[in-house]
C-alpha cells in the first residue's frame, strides 16, 4: 500500500532548549543597540513560528515537489511529516509508511546498477530512462563496466555529484513504481512534472497547487524563473540562492 498525506492548517515552531534559549538571549543582549527595546528579543526568541498555516493533500501515486528560499522551512516540513517536529496547530494525517531518502546519499557493496535498483526488478524501458532523466550517461561512459561497474562500501570510486546522481537514480526509480512522493528541489523541470507544487517563504506557503496554477496565480515569479536560461541546468546552490532571491523579489512586490 502506498501513502496518502494531508495536512490541514497546520503551523510549528522548534522548541529550544532553556538552556540555550538563555545564551541566545545574553548573546542577543550583549550586541543590542542600547536604544533598542528588550521585549522585542524574547518576542523573536518565542513566537517566531518555523512553519504558519500549511494546508496540502498528496493523494495515493502522486508526487509533491517543496521549493521555497533557503531557511523557509522545507526540512522543517519534512522533519515534521516523519513525526520529528509536532505541529503546535492543525492536524496532520497520513496513511503507510514514510522514508526519507537525504542529499547526501549512500553507496552500499555492487554494481552501480545494483546501487541504482536497490531491489526492484530491472525493467529496460524504465532503467533507461530514469539514466537519462539522472543524467548518468556520461557517468557510465567514464566506468570501464559501465553500470556493472563495481562499487566499493563507502563508495569511494564515485565523484560527490556522481553518488548524488545514483542516489537520485534510485530515488526516481522507487517513483516510477508509484508511490507517493514529496521532493524537496529547486528545478523547474521537477516542479512541472509533480502532481502538487508547495512553494515556502520564510514559514508561509506562497504557493500550493498544480504548475499551470502557478503561473496563473503567481506570473511575475514564474515568468522571472521560467526567463532564465539554463537555470536547471547551473550548479543547485546557484539555482537555490537565485531561488531565494526571486522569491524574496516577488514577495516585495506583492
Ligand atoms: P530550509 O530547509 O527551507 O532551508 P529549514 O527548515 O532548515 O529551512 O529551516 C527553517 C528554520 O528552522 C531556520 O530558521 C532554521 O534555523 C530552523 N531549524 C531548522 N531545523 C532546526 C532544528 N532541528 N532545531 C531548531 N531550529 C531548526
Known sequence: TTTELELVNVSASWDEGIGELFE?????????????DPGMFFTNLYVTPVLRNISL?????????????????KSS???????????????????????????????????????ILFGLTYDEY?????IKACQLEEDFAEFPEKDKTHLVEGGVTLSGGQRARVGLARCVCKLMASK????????????KRADKILLLHNGDC??????????????DFSALLLGLEAYDNINAERRSSILTETLR?????E
Not at 83 to 96: A, D, F, N, T
Not at 103 to 110: A, D, F, L, N, V
Request: proline share 6%; hydrophobic share 30%; glycine share 8%.
Open 206 to 219: 506562497y504557493f500550493y497547487g498544480t504548475f499551470s496554477e502557478l503561473q496563473a496565480k503567481r506570473p
Open 126 to 130: 524504465r532503467y533507461t530512462s530514469v
Open 249 to 253: 523579489r516577488v514577495s516585495i512586490d
Open 77 to 115: 516540513l519534512l522533519m515534521m511529516i516523519l513525526g520529528e517536529l509536532v505541529p503546535s496547530e492543525g492536524k496532520i494525517r497520513h496513511s503507510g509508511r514514510i522514508s526519507f531518502s537525504p542529499q547526501t546519499s549512500w553507496i552500499m557493496p555492487g554494481t552501480i546498477r545494483d546501487n
Open 24 to 36: 541566545k538571549i545574553q548573546q542577543e543582549n550583549k550586541s543590542r543597540p542600547p536604544h533598542s
Open 57 to 73: 493533500y498528496l493523494e495515493k501515486g502522486h508526487m509533491l515537489a517543496v521549493a521555497g528560499s533557503t531557511g523557509s522551512g
Open 180 to 191: 507517493t512522493r514529496i521532493v524537496v528541489t529547486s528545478k523547474l523541470d521537477h516542479l
